[in-house]
């Protein structure tokens, strides 16, 4: 089965979920200086404010399925579309600090559920031999968000705007929330939500759509795995055999966060500001890291299957320790202030080589069939978790010592190489099957 336009179509349609995933999550870094200002916020006041939407994040990510099974994951995703939208408007027009962080929690619902949602929807539509490539344009749109929300923030702030500024900042995305609203009544539901439902002939019609070659055979092997799946769902995860696979899953996503990359993004403005930099300097610099992101991730998924997971782990982490011990000594001496962003636009090029290109195949590919989807939840969920308590936790450290955060970053990305090279397995080049019976003993 060949790639046609109906399939390219519903992955770019899916895709602008990651682009707002990307957008939402970070545009923030370009408001705090002002939320601080306008509601007298405190250090935990800000990182309340910033960490709210990662609460929405967990909730969303946890429940997506639930919406996904019952009303399936295209129209599941058309909700999320529209929490999106009603949250960028929200925070424009937040008459309060409680109203801005209400809607901060629906912009963290929507990015959660369209994190589980749009991969998976994507997933079910894809050829088998394209499925990887194309599930990984949700993250590379995530990646692009990121980007254009630097540029955002950025072109906003060179209008001058003033006490409306940070509105603007959060309102824009609304724009692309409608149109991904609008896109998502332009594509087929998914065929294996369809054979769950047992809506034969729907299904039949939405795999000629998409142009598989023989929809009977492929709706009976749909069929046969939807019976598997169900005759193993009452496998429980917590057992002896899953243990290491749940140290792995839980650990690569909890020190995901402990590289500091989400709280680094999240107030990037801030720290830039801390060196030195003007607000709109600031904003200018946020985008060149914004920038070699989307580079370094493309590169790192396009060498991902060739290097190995755990090569591209253990290479890139050691560049985090150094980057993260060099911004610490540079804020420490209170000197060099101009290699900060050369330094942290080196972190992020780390980072996409390592857990930004690890994290999701880690946690996706160390349970067996049949407790993979409840081995998944648990290490996303712990990602969001700790990158919740981390973004709330951020500015008070920062204000206390902007030297020992860095350093303690780097002690954890040091501690994360003793466990990378000594208890995670190498699971590229690897079946499944393989990789299971490995970590069972």
Known sequence: MQINAQVV????????????FGFDTVVVSGTNASLTALYHLSPSGLGFTVASALVGTVIGALTAGIPGQRLGRRDSLRIMAALYFIAALGCAFAWSWPSLIVFRVLSGLAIGGSSVLGPMYISELSPAQYRGRLVGFFQVNIVVGVLIAYLSNYSIGLLRLGATEWRWQLGVAAIPAALFVIALFGIPRSPRWLAMMGRKEEALKVLNLIGDPDPEKRYQRIEDEINEERAVAHMPLFRKAHARGIFVAVTVGAFTQFSGINAILYYLSDIFRL????????????????ATNLVATLIAMSLIDKIGRRKLLLTGTVGLVICLFLVGLIFHMDTHKSLLVWLLMAYIACFAFSQGAVVWVYISEVFPTAVRAKGQALGSSSHWIFNAIISYAFPVMLRRSSAATFWFFSAMMVLDLVLVSTLYPETSNVSLEDISAHLSH
């Not at 179509?9 to 707002?20: D, H, I, N, P, Y």
């Not at 060196?275 to 914004?290: D, H, K, M, N, P």
Request: hydrophobic share 45%; glycine share 24%.
């Open 275 to 290: 060196g030195g930099a003007t607000s709109i300097s600031s904003a200018g610099q946020s985008v060149a890291v914004g």
């Open 9 to 20: 179509r519903a992955t770019a349609v899916a895709g602008l979920g990651g682009l707002l």
